[in-house]
């Protein structure tokens, strides 16, 4: 089992930044990869951006260059800090990570923390 807890969504203007944080707690001493994910009224969720124990990243073409994440070398607290934010990033950001046991992969989600850019 791992527990997901997402926080540091709020209210920001057009061209400002927010940190998001995601911290991990449960059986796993350490996870694989972790993603962050958004998913905006009306729309799909989507991959935001990832990152890999061995510190790989990925990012989603609308946020390269603004967003950049970042964690412990366990996952266990990963960052998401956007700059640059646009009406557009509005969204719940989700924190996401599937941890694999032999064959079996699990699927832990945070609650999600709401990301509103406007003037």
């Known amino acids: 089992q791992v527990q997901l807890v997402a926080s540091g969504g709020g209210l920001v203007q057009p061209g400002g930044s927010l940190r998001l944080s995601c911290a991990a707690s449960?059986?796993?001493?350490?996870?694989?990869?972790m993603g962050w994910y958004r998913q905006a009224p009306g729309k799909e969720r989507e991959l935001v951006a990832r990152?890999?124990?061995?510190?790989?990243?990925n990012y989603a073409d609308s946020v390269k260059g603004r967003f950049t994440i970042s964690g412990d070398n366990a996952l266990k607290t990963v960052y998401l800090q956007m700059n640059s934010l646009k009406p557009e990033d509005t969204a719940v950001y989700y924190c996401?990570?599937?941890?694999?046991?032999?064959?079996?992969?699990?699927?832990?989600w945070g609650q999600g923390t709401q990301v509103t850019v406007s003037s």
């Open positions: 449960g059986s796993f001493s350490r996870l694989n990869t």
């Open positions: 990152i890999t124990s061995s510190g790989v990243t």
């Open positions: 996401n990570t599937k941890p694999s046991v032999g064959f079996v992969q699990y699927d832990y």
